[in-house]
């Protein structure tokens, strides 16, 4: 039997993937549990509201039951959590897990393309990578995804979608593709190595502010985050531009939440039929006027930062509605050493806001092609910038 997989530390999940950028499902657990926390307080409540249907033993059991039978179990598996109702609920085999847990230190290797579910459940590409393979080969936002490696994926979670395009440098991978007007295409794809730059980037601007923008809540985001606004002078007034960003870790989330807030609640979350609290470091350097940035692609571990920053005062919100990615799953690793990823209920804000489907309003609406023009008056009017 092959040994299990090492369970990655727990994500908050990305709305869709970033199969060019980067993709998490809201993974909570083991990690939160074993350390970090700064203010985690659990207490007994109902059953988690928008928890799984599926449970592990039920995983496990259809598992070793396939497994008995010369089956593969993997696929046992995966024919119970399509069942669940849930669309984050994914398997993974070993090496498919391997290739998409890779996205959370940044690097991977992949076509380009990053997908999201449109109003209608249509699997769509999101955005193409310039320069990368899906780019090259002509590849267009809106494009909507049909088949990858010859598996259908309608129905599909974006992760499960993700990790069947993503795989080791220099391999193929089959697409098909339908635009709009019907036209149908079928293209091979070459991965190469992706995501190799930097997650969180600062740019100074004129007046003295300055955005600092956060691709995706990868490993040792949030520190960067915190050493980014740190190195800046004293009030400095930020726009913390999240747009695109998919989400991932959630206690990266909450590290990087507490660069802005001193301490208290970044979100709530249900685990295992217990109300958990994520609390934000304490220490915050940024005192300055803020702006947080965002749109349709802001997901999960983003959308948990940009609540936490809006309920509790501490910034304006300018954009368009973010994604709408508000229950947190949890990997478990089964006995043949694949990974499922169950949800296990649902986060919510400061305030008590869900966000799943409905996703975060921003404060002051503003264009894609005027929105960061937008956030520096909206910034200009909060404060002078240092």
Known sequence: MP??????????????????PLLLAAVLAAGLRGGWLPSCEAQQTRAPEGASAVSGARLDGAVRSALARGRSGTEAARALVSRSG????????????????????GAYAGVGLALAHDADGVLRV?????????ARAG??????????GGRDVAGLPVTRTVGLLRGGPGTRVAVRLVRDDGTERRLVLTRVRLGDGPVVSVERYGDGGARVRVRAFTR???????????????RTAVVLDLRGNPGGLLDEAARAAGAFLDGGVVATYEDGGSRRVLGAPR??????????????????AAEVVTGALQDRGRAVVVGEPTFGKGTVQVPRALPDGSVAELTVGRWRTPAGRGVEGAGLAPDVSAAPGTAEARAREVLTGLGTPS
């Open 3 to 20: 040994e299990s997989p090492r369970v990655p530390r727990p994500r908050a999940g990305q709305g869709f993937p970033l199969a060019a």
């Open 86 to 105: 849930h669309r984050w609920d994914a398997v993974y085999g070993p090496s498919a897990y391997a290739a998409w847990s890779e996205g959370l230190t």
């Open 126 to 134: 999101s955005r193409v990578r310039p320069g990368a393979p899906a």
């Open 139 to 148: 590849v267009r936002t809106g494009e909507r995804l049909l088949s990858v």
């Open 220 to 234: 040792g985001a949030g520190e960067r985050v915190r050493a980014v606004v740190a190195a800046l002078p004293p």
């Open 283 to 300: 220490g915050a350097a940024g005192t300055g006027p803020l702006v947080v940035l965002v749109d349709g692609g802001t997901a999960s």
